[in-house]
């Protein structure tokens, strides 16, 4: 049996567990490094998603979740700016939700992610009352922000997101920002900022690039960003780094629950606008066209997608490591980094990833640091410096009692 068999024996299938639904294709703004509008096929689809097309959804995710039995079945709301869809449609969707939800019993959560600009009253009384999460993107302050996040006039929208940002904290709604990484400025840009606004809960992404691109280093952000977190949340935990607390669940052996950190299958099935079906959306960052399938939902069951040829390679790739990435020391806690950051022409997702040796960088600075602040606890009550039980392959179910009941390590 070859290598990759073996690691595909390794990861069971699983019914899809997740969906991204592209409920617009069109933006309000131009952001400069927006990976969607780098593949014009998007152009083909409908502007927005249609009653016809939602219905449709519908009666699958309730024969999904029927099926599997599932316990929970998250729903992410894209675009585009998904918001463009309107607000009617945000109520109709989530009333459906409950529907579902009593009938199957299953857990539905709904979240939607958004540049923000159209957030008024109406909005925020929608996500409340519907009880919709909110992933506002925002990068940070407005030198850094607007220098990607423009209008198409070419005009910084900065004043509008973060006045949207301070109406979501204000109200009862969970709020998450997204921001990317401009290694240019120092992480504390970021942090200020978002601690100034109230928002406890964010991340601070690394721009997309394929192997093909030469983008700038991460790595000293990164690793600084690492420092004031850790500062932060010394006596408490006070916030949130998504990428931070992801690449430390990693590192202690467990599975980060986002798609960008730690050796698994990505499983994620992004329906679009007609009903197609897709795999991962930021693989359109490989090109024109390259995700596009004929499955859809009107002739499918949402888990057959499993069988759709570039869906599974893009799934299979995800678990398949280069060479480089099977012999690296921190394999199971980066699986080979981002997906979509390790594709090249030549090679298709063969590659290291294009940010390899930042993210090595990174893992080992993190390591390094935690192995000084972890510890074992044993029976007693004795602890054990983690440094002092290295490399006796301490297990993961041993070193989690030293995290609190937030995940973050005990300092």
């Given amino acids: 049996m070859s290598a990759d068999d073996l690691e595909s024996a390794a990861f069971q299938d699983q019914p899809i567990t997740q969906l991204l639904v592209k409920v617009a294709t069109r933006c309000n703004i131009d952001c ?4 969607w509008f780098r593949d014009a096929a998007v152009y083909d689809k409908p ?8 219905q449709q959804l519908l009666q699958r995710i309730e024969q999904h979740v029927a099926r599997y039995s599932l316990a929970d079945f998250p729903i992410i709301l894209h675009g585009g700016e998904p918001l463009l869809w309107g607000v ?6 989530a009333e459906a939700r409950e529907g579902i939800s009593s009938r199957t019993g299953c ?10 600009v159209l957030i008024d ?6 996500f409340e009352t519907r009880n919709i999460s909110v992933a506002i993107s925002i990068d940070g302050p407005a030198h850094i922000h607007d220098i990607h996040r423009r209008t198409f006039q070419g005009t910084g929208t900065h004043a509008a997101v973060e006045r949207a940002a301070r109406m979501l904290v204000s109200r009862d709604i969970g709020v998450m920002a997204l921001a990317v990484c401009n290694p240019a400025y120092p992480p504390s840009h970021y942090v200020e900022f978002f601690a100034a606004c109230g928002i406890s809960s964010y991340d601070i992404m690394i721009p997309d ?8 280093s991460i790595a000293s952000f990164y690793n600084g960003l690492f420092d004031l977190w850790l500062a932060g949340n010394r006596s408490a935990s006070t916030t949130n780094v998504r990428i931070i607390s992801d690449m430390i669940t990693a590192l202690l052996g467990n599975n980060s629950p986002t798609e960008g950190v730690g050796h698994k299958p990505i499983e994620l099935c992004t329906i679009m606008t007609d009903g197609t079906v897709e795999a991962h959306d930021v693989l359109r960052i490989a090109g024109d066209g390259f995700t596009q399938t004929k499955f859809n939902i009107f ?5 057959e997608v499993r069988n759709e040829p570039r869906w599974k390679a893009a799934r299979d790739a995800s678990i398949h490591l280069c060479e480089k990435c ?5 394999m199971n806690a980066c699986g080979g980094g981002y997906l979509p950051h390790r594709f090249s022409r030549k090679n298709g997702y063969d590659n290291p990833s294009v940010y390899c040796d930042d993210l090595y960088s990174m893992f080992e600075n993190m390591q390094s640091v935690l192995e000084s602040h972890l510890y074992v606890s044993k029976a007693g009550g004795e602890r054990i410096n983690v440094r002092d039980t290295l490399p006796g392959a301490q297990s993961e179910r041993e070193l989690m009692p030293s995290l609190n009941e937030s995940g973050q390590p005990l300092i």
């Fill in 326 to 330: 099977r012999q690296c020391k921190f």
């Fill in 299 to 303: 002739d499918h069951a949402i888990d």
């Fill in 209 to 216: 690039a394929t192997v093909d691109e030469k983008p700038a």
């Fill in 88 to 93: 009617e449609n945000f109520h109709r969707f």
């Fill in 47 to 54: 502007k927005l998603m249609s009653s016809h097309v939602l």
């Fill in 107 to 116: 857990e539905i959560p709904i979240a939607v992610t958004t540049n923000g």
């Fill in 121 to 126: 009253d109406q909005w925020l009384d929608c």
């Fill in 32 to 35: 400069s490094y927006c990976y």
